[in-house]
Nanobody, 115 residues
Framework: QVQLVESGGGLVQAGGSLRLSCAAS????????MAWHRQAPGKQRELVAV???????NYADSVKGRFTISRDNAKSTVYLQMNSLKPEDTAVYYC?????????WGQGTQVTVSS
């Protein structure tokens, strides 16, 4: 069973930075892609950033130039570096891993950006 554990969320002022981590229970080599999603209160969950097994990265328009997704295969961990945070980035951030037709999710970590 795949387990994904997020960490690194918290409260930060607008303009600040946070780095989220997602540690997988096994090797992340087997995943086709890993991603970060977020869900703000009253809104649908949205894709923030994705990185494929080949290293291709894609971002939501709202975070391009501010967020960076990366992976450390040796540590089986995916990161989301978030800079220039805005109040509208406030949400629960979820790690997601894809392997074939299977999709795995972490429990989420809260990010709150104060104005």
């Amino acid at each position: 069973q795949v387990q994904l554990v997020e960490s690194g969320g918290g409260l930060v002022q607008a303009g600040g930075s946070l780095r989220l981590s997602c540690a997988a229970s096994g090797s992340i080599f087997s995943f086709n892609a890993m991603a970060w999603h977020r869900q703000a209160p009253g809104k649908q969950r949205e894709l923030v950033a994705v990185i494929t097994s080949g290293g291709t990265r894609n971002y939501a328009d709202s975070v391009k130039g501010r967020f960076t997704i990366s992976r450390d295969n040796a540590k089986s961990t995916v990161y989301l570096q978030m800079n220039s945070l805005k109040p509208e980035d406030t949400a629960v951030y979820y790690c997601n891993a894809l392997r074939g037709s299977n999709s795995y999710w972490g429990q989420g970590t809260q990010v709150t950006v104060s104005s």
